[in-house]
Antibody
Framework: EVQLVESGGGLVQPGRSLRLSCTAS????????MHWVRQVPGKGLEWVSF????????GYADSVRGRFTISRDNAKNSLYLQMNSLRVEDTALYYC????????????????WGQGTLVTVSS | SALTQPPSASGSPGQSVTISCTGT?????????VSWYQHHPGKVPKLMIY???ERPSGVPDRFFGSKSGNTASLTVSGLQAEDEGDYYC??????????FGTGTKVTVL
């Protein structure tokens, strides 16, 4: 059974940092790209970041580029999101999501999602 | 920018509802990498359609995806009570960038 478990969320002041983690199991983590997606409570989904299976290719939404850094450790089946210079508008539930496509495809959708970890940025 | 979806759509049980997802030639119109997600409150999003028209195993064939130009569409036929929820489109936008739609709340009357 595929499982994605996020952790690391919490309450943080504006300008501070936070590191989210996502631990994966039930599939060959090495073979799949991963994403971070966030949702402000009561609002829509917003794609945040992407990392390819081998970390060679990375992408960020304009809203987080330069402040957030995505990374992964395939030996630990883990995905990370380092969030610096946090802003009030970064407050959201952060999901990690598995890319359905294998290494040779661009994307075939996000087929498994974690339950999310809540990040609250407030003074 | 987020892809544009209507805020709401509705239909009676057994009827059909179609949700549009409008982007640009840089995302929806430029790639056949449109996905659709169903999201029930308190649950995680579920992949319903990928690559514009493809259904993952387990998704009923009542869900049909299509695309014309810069607009993708999701049609749900034979509406059932469990189809009620929020639906989001998503598209690849090149250069390892992805974008979601604004979301559509589907109500089964």
């Amino acid at each position: 059974e595929v499982q994605l478990v996020e952790s690391g969320g919490g309450l943080v002041q504006p300008g501070r940092s936070l590191r989210l983690s996502c631990t994966a199991s039930g599939f060959n983590f090495n073979d799949h790209a991963m994403h971070w997606v966030r949702q402000v409570p009561g609002k829509g989904l917003e794609w945040v970041s992407f990392i390819s299976w081998n970390s060679a290719t990375i992408g960020y939404a304009d809203s987080v580029r330069g402040r957030f850094t995505i990374s992964r450790d395939n030996a630990k089946n883990s995905l990370y999101l380092q969030m610096n210079s946090l802003r009030v508008e970064d407050t959201a539930l952060y999901y990690c999501a598995k890319e359905q496509a294998g290494p040779t495809r661009v994307t075939t959708g996000f087929d498994y999602w974690g339950q999310g970890t809540l990040v609250t940025v407030s003074s | 920018s987020a892809l544009t979806q209507p805020p709401s759509a509705s239909g009676s049980p057994g009827q059909s509802v179609t949700i549009s997802c409008t982007g640009t030639s840089s995302d929806v119109g430029g790639y056949n990498y449109v996905s659709w997600y169903q999201h029930h409150p308190g649950k995680v999003p579920k992949l319903m359609i990928y690559e514009v028209t493809e259904r993952p195993s387990g998704v009923p064939d009542r869900f049909f995806g299509s695309k014309s130009g810069n607009t993708a569409s999701l049609t749900v036929s034979g509406l059932q009570a469990e189809d009620e929820g929020d639906y989001y489109c998503s598209s690849y936008a090149g250069s390892n960038i992805f974008v979601f739609g604004t979301g559509t709340k589907v109500t089964v009357l």
